[in-house]
């Protein structure tokens, strides 16, 4: 990640350094010193030394000097740490797979202890080493308030365990907090969030639609970080608790993004529970647990536990699987740095809209709304079905050719979708749709072909690989919607027609 040596390193841990204050040292400010007391807290945080900073993988990096010392903790792992707080036995383990960046350790990830057989239960993470947002904010009504209104459950998460890492071993959490910082936000393909990349490694998404999306969300992490105060005010707990760690002060913005994709990489989405305690922090969950898109096991709400039973057999070592939920690898690479070659989610965006120029663009609406599409509609690609998602988009974009007044009448009153237009309307169709597929296979800077070669080399960047691997998925989604595109063009009965000239088509991006 390239960001200033002052701030941050780049191994970092993605939660803050810690700063001490004495809970006697100021007294609570009142709203009308509010300004005064974050200059005070200002200059005493610049005045702090910026060459120390805690690294990840429990390591301190002098970022003046780049030399890097192991520390070695006398703490128990993780595992112990949970069985002396109420864990009950359980047949899980946690060992060690190699890191992708040799001069990170090893990362943890969850395996079987024993033979397992379909239905045991491998876990129960009993409610008190769950972290929930009623319990961080201190007030099911606030989390809710919060989370319905301008904040995420992953922004005020993020916020709690950054304040409880600044406790250091103090912190009930720091056994956690110490193997979240040992991950760095990596799941199991050991590779960061690209929320976290450089600009020089977000190229390797040149082409695909996922590059923006990145950015955007940045931007939108951003926004989440301008108000992180408020938060801070509105919860009382968190008020009580760290009376003098104003967040945008105790906290860099590069540090919050750190923590917000780490909390990303292993939050827990529990279904039939309160929205404040919807999104969970489970120890020896993700992303210590691999994910898989074609697993159906779940960390799932049971009274007073988390627990995760198993859907297949496990042989004693063998690392745990869970599912990931229907998500397509755009959000799969996002959130948890990995993407899942046989995913049957995986899918594409294509959107379609009316031309609002169009003089009988009113009358076209009305039509596309009895038929459950919108003026700008959104048709969903999905791997090994895009010859059903050109059918899909067709009727559609039929419509937005529709050009002569004298026919409308008859488009309204029709039932169904508008199927019925001449052999020069359809070519036209089908042309549009073609040089659309056409131009967004050119927008990637390298070919299909080029990608596969790529793959096969052992020693590519590892943010490369799985770069590579998510545009090369996109591509070959593309190529088969070309292909299907090809063959309706192909069935038309007489190839000699010109495609009819459209002076409203519809537009498509």
Known sequence: MEVSPVSVSDKCFFFSPPIRHSSSAYPLPS??????????????????????????????VTAASGRKREVEHDDDDLKSWMHKHGLPPCKVVLKDKPSHDDTLKPIHYVAASEDLQV??????????????????????????????NKFSELACLALYLMYEKKQGKKSFWYPYIREL????????????????????ELAYLAGSPLKDEILKRIEGIKKEYDELDT????????????????????????????AFAAIQSCVVHLQKVSLARRFALVPL??????????CKAMLTAVEGAV?????????????????????????????????????????????????TEDPQYQDKRMVAQRNKKLSIQVFYVYAGKEREAVSDMLPYLRLGYVSDPSEMPSVISSQGPVCAVSPCME?????????????????????????????????????????TQLVRLEKKMLHACLQATADFINQLPDHSVSPCPAAYAPLLK
């Open 31 to 60: 709203c009308n010193n509010y300004h005064r007391f974050r200059r005070r807290r200002w200059s005493y945080c610049c005045a702090s030394n910026p060459d120390t900073l805690l690294a990840g993988g429990n390591a301190v």
């Open 231 to 258: 938060v801070w005010f509105m919860s009382g707990s968190l008020f009580q608790q760290y009376p003098y760690d104003i967040p945008t002060e105790a906290f860099p913005f590069e540090i919050f993004k750190q």
């Open 307 to 355: 627990e995760l039973v198993v859907d297949r057999p496990y042989k004693a070592g063998d690392p745990i699987v869970v599912w990931c939920g229907p998500q397509p690898n755009t959000k799969l690479l996002t959130n948890y740095g990995f993407v899942d070659e046989e995913n049957p989610y995986d899918r594409l965006v294509v959107e379609a809209a009316l031309n």
């Open 119 to 148: 239905g045991d239960v491998a876990i129960s993470v009993p409610n008190s080493l769950v972290v929930t947002l009623d319990r961080v904010l201190g007030n099911e009504t606030v989390a809710e308030l919060l989370t319905t």
């Open 427 to 467: 070519r036209a169709v089908l042309n549009q749709l073609a040089n659309y597929f056409k131009s967004r296979l050119a927008g990637y800077p390298t070919t299909l072909a080029e990608d596969e070669s790529m793959l096969t080399d052992d020693s590519l960047n590892p943010k490369k690989r799985v770069a």
């Open 181 to 200: 910082d040992r991950q760095r936000g990596r799941g199991q393909m050991a590779v960061e969030s690209p929320l976290l990349w450089s600009e020089s």
């Open 285 to 294: 969950g993700p992303p210590l647990l691999t994910y898989r898109s074609n």
